[in-house]
Each structure stands twice: as C-alpha cells, then as structure tokens.
T-cell receptor, first 113, second 118 residues
C-alpha cells in the first residue's frame, strides 16, 4: 500500500471556523492532490501541487487554500467553513502527472454544522 | 473540457451473474488516459486499470475485462461471475497526455454502485 496518511479522519466543525486537513506521504511523489467526493458528483479536484511551493487550482477551488512546504506534506485549509463544504476529502499522490497511477488516502469526513 | 458519464447509478445482480458497467467520455485531447477505480464500502479508492488512447486492445484480468472503443468514446468494464466482494462503487476517470494542461487533472464520472447479492 502507498504511504499516504490523512488527518484527521473525521471532523465536525462549526460554520465560520477555519479548518486544516493534512495529507502526509512517504513515497516522495512529486504530485499531490486534494479531491472532494459528494453524492451525484463523483470526485472533483480542489487543488493540486506539482512540487514544493508549487500549487494550482482545480475545478472547485473557491473557499479553499493549500500549502506545500515539504515534499511529504500537503495541507488543505478552509478559511471559514460553510455547510456546502461538508464532504469527504481525499488526498492523492502520483509520481508524475495524473496520467499515471494515482494512490488515494483513506479520506477525511468533514461535517460543517 | 473533459467529461466522463456513467449513466448507471446503481446496478443489482445476483452472485455469479455477469455485469457490465458503462463509461462514456468526452475530450478534445487526441491522446489521453482512461482509468477505473473501485471504492468498496470501507471507503478507500483502489486503482484497477489504466489504458492509454493509443491502445484499443481489450484487457482481461481474472474476472475483470475492459472494452475500449475509441469510435464510440467508451471504456466499459465487465465483471464475469460476480461475487459479493465485488459490491462497491466503481468510478471511471480520464486524464490528458503528459505535460498538457489536462494531464494534471483526473476527471471522474459520478460512479456506479454495484450491489451483488447471494
């Protein structure tokens, strides 16, 4: 199994509070991604990183920011959580771009009340 | 823009039946990659297969087989002699060729939930 750890695995937070989700990898892969999974939408890309301090937006990036200060860590921050951000968040890594096999973390279930 | 359509939301079969999951895609890229992932009830995503657009040969892996038809933009997945352990949500996905704008993005379909009962 690829070494990807997401933390926390579950979180309940209140509307308007900041939340940070962490993705940690031990594979030294260059690319890291944050997806959200919602019923009826499949998985949608939020942000991705192609190296330390190199990030770009995905299709649903509004309300989210990311940071990657080390190869192994990719943080997703909700500056002010809203109920529409209640979702399951998946981190993924790949050695190259998304045309190679991607490995996904176990997911983080976030509930914003 | 890239798009993946999995029109079957849910499928229920009895064990030992064959089942085909449909996947239709749209892309402007002339070269691209197609994937299938499995999400069992435990929630993790498991990679099943990657196919590049150059290779239209069908692929078989045990009870699993994939039929790629570029002419109809389809990449269908068949499970032969289904088993209860095959119960999961299956996602089809698409990405672009290396070092193109779409290569950094894996576009997923909405998934097909397969329920296999005894």
């Amino acid at each position: 199994d690829a070494g990807i750890t997401q933390s926390p695995r579950h979180k309940v937070t209140e509307t308007g509070t900041p939340v940070t989700l962490r993705c940690h990898q031990t594979e030294n892969h260059r690319y890291m991604y944050w997806y959200r999974q919602d019923p009826g939408h499949g998985l949608r890309l939020i942000h991705y990183s192609y190296g330390v301090k190199d990030t770009d937006k995905g299709e649903v990036s509004d309300g989210y920011s990311v940071s990657r200060s080390k190869t192994e860590d990719f943080l997703l921050t909700l500056e002010s959580a809203t109920s529409s951000q209640t979702s399951v968040y998946f981190c993924a890594i790949s050695e190259e771009q998304m045309n190679t096999e991607a490995f996904f973390g176990q997911g983080t279930r976030l509930t914003v009340v | 823009a890239q798009k993946v359509t999995q029109a079957q939301t849910e499928i229920s079969v009895v064990e030992k039946e064959d089942v085909t999951l449909d996947c239709v895609y749209e892309t402007r890229d002339t070269t691209y990659y197609l994937f299938w992932y499995k999400q069992p009830p435990s929630g993790e995503l498991v990679f099943l297969i990657r196919r590049n657009s150059f290779d239209e040969q069908n692929e078989i892996s045990g009870r699993y087989s994939w039929n790629f038809q570029k002419s109809t933009s389809s990449f269908n997945f068949t499970i032969t002699a289904s088993q209860v352990v095959d119960s999961a949500v299956y996602f089809c996905a698409l990405s672009g060729f290396p070092y193109t704008g779409t290569a950094s993005k894996l576009t997923f379909g909405t998934g097909t939930r397969l329920q296999v009962t005894l």
